[in-house]
């Protein structure tokens, strides 16, 4: 329901901008020509309507789980539910996840249990931005729940897999271990 809201809105918007951007071509009217940079603003306008209209069902979803979540100056949120004793991840690390991702649907389409953990290198862009940030606030043995708006997740493309245009995720992460990362 949330998505379809968040496609609605994003085909309203693009609908919107060409049809403000027509004009009505008949012999009694001049025909304006918009600039590029016409273009630039209302692309602009369009992105800040869609990132608040994402940021509001985020709010909704927090809500209605009745989370208590940290959001980062990215938008980011993020809590930390069982806390580990282990040392803390740094720019330089090479670490290993368990791991569930759903929509915020509640579709699960990734997870540990079924692709095996996840390992990557901190600061080499092999994983989601928002993945990454996250992660980095975390200590080996944390238990911890992400939700990554999209332009922290895979954006308009998704993946083309599972994850959708623009589809915000929701992880289930527990860092498992943290090692040197490889050149």
């Known amino acids: 329901m949330f998505l379809k809201r968040i496609i609605h809105t994003f085909y309203f918007l693009i609908i919107s901008i060409l049809l403000l951007s027509c004009n009505n071509n008949d012999n009694n ?22 990132t608040h ?5 985020i ?10 979540m940290t959001k980062t100056s990215s938008g980011l949120r993020y809590f930390i539910y069982k806390k580990g004793n282990g040392k803390s991840v740094d720019k330089k690390s090479r670490v290993k996840i ?7 649907n509640g579709k699960m389409i990734y997870s ?3 692709e095996g953990p996840k390992v990557f290198n901190i600061g080499k862009g092999e994983v989601e931005k928002g993945l ?7 200590k080996v043995g944390d238990k911890a729940k992400f939700i990554i708006p999209s ?20 992880y289930d992460v527990e860092l ?7 050149k």
Do not use: C, M
């Open 132 to 138: 990454e940030e996250g992660i980095l606030l975390l």
């Open 53 to 57: 209209t994402e940021d509001e069902l």
């Open 29 to 50: 009217t001049k025909v304006h020509k918009p600039k590029p940079a016409d273009y630039g603003q209302k692309l602009i306008n369009a992105n800040v309507h869609l």
């Open 176 to 182: 498992v271990e943290i090692s040197k990362q490889f």
């Open 59 to 68: 709010e909704e979803y927090i809500s209605r789980y009745k989370w208590d």
């Open 98 to 104: 368990n791991f569930k991702t759903n929509l915020i």
């Open 151 to 170: 332009h922290l997740g895979f954006g308009l493309l998704g993946d083309e897999k599972n994850i959708p245009s623009k589809a915000t995720l929701i």
């Open 112 to 114: 540990s249990d079924n």
